[in-house]
Every structure is written in structure tokens, then in C-alpha cells.
Nanobody
Framework: QVQVVESGGGMVQPGGSLRLSCAASGPIIRVVDMGWDRQAPRKQRELVAT???????NAADSVKGRFTISRDNAKNTVYLQMNSLKPEDTAVYYC????????????????WGQGTQVTVSS
């Protein structure tokens, strides 16, 4: 079965940087779209950034110019480089990866990571 594992969260001071990683493994034929959401305390879950199979990216206005999403297709991995972090970036970050599986090639399935905590505080 397909598994998705996140890594890279932690605590950092304002202005610092973190890099999140998210890797998929299992019977994967092809990876399509990938992205990151976040859930902050007492706030709605929001989309942070996405990257398509062709490398096209989108990012929320709140992180543009500070966060960069990228992917390594050979490793079925998506990254989120977060620079100039602010306290309001504190949240649990969830990745998703849309994959075409070997046992169901007619469509793509979305798999979510387990979530990783990012805390920005002095």
C-alpha cells in the first residue's frame, strides 16, 4: 500500500528557516500533484502551496516570497522550504501527494502525510 511520511518540523525563532519533506512509497506508477496545507490553532485549515506534475507552482499570498515548494520525481518527494518564518506560521503542516497506483491506473488517489508541527517563537 502507498505510504506518505513527513519530516522536518520543529521549533524556530522568528526570521528562521525550516525545510519540510514528504515522501511517498509503495506501488506507485506516477505522481501527479503535490502540496502542503496547514492547520493553526483556532483557525481553518488552509492551502499553503501546490506543485503540479509539470513543475508549476502556486502559493498562498501569506507565504509568497518566503516559502518555496519543490519536488523530486525520482524520489516521489515534495519539499517546502520556509524562510523568514513568522509566529503566525505556527501550525501543523500536512503534505499530500496524488498518485497513480499500479493496481488502479485509471485515476489518481490522494494520500496525506501524518502532519508535522512547526512552531515559530522567541
Amino acid at each position: 500500500q502507498v505510504q506518505v511520511v513527513e519530516s522536518g518540523g520543529g521549533m524556530v525563532q522568528p526570521g528562521g528557516s525550516l525545510r519540510l519533506s514528504c515522501a511517498a512509497s509503495g506501488p506507485i506508477i506516477r505522481v501527479v500533484d503535490m502540496g502542503w496545507d496547514r492547520q493553526a490553532p483556532r483557525k481553518q485549515r488552509e492551502l499553503v502551496a501546490t506543485i503540479g506534475s509539470g513543475g508549476n507552482t502556486n502559493a498562498a499570498d501569506s507565504v509568497k516570497g518566503r516559502f518555496t515548494i519543490s519536488r523530486d520525481n525520482a524520489k516521489n518527494t515534495v519539499y517546502l522550504q520556509m524562510n523568514s518564518l513568522k509566529p503566525e506560521d505556527t501550525a501543523v503542516y500536512y503534505c499530500y501527494i496524488d498518485v497513480v497506483r499500479a493496481d488502479a491506473t485509471y485515476t489518481a488517489f490522494r494520500y496525506w502525510g501524518q502532519g508535522t508541527q512547526v512552531t515559530v517563537s522567541s
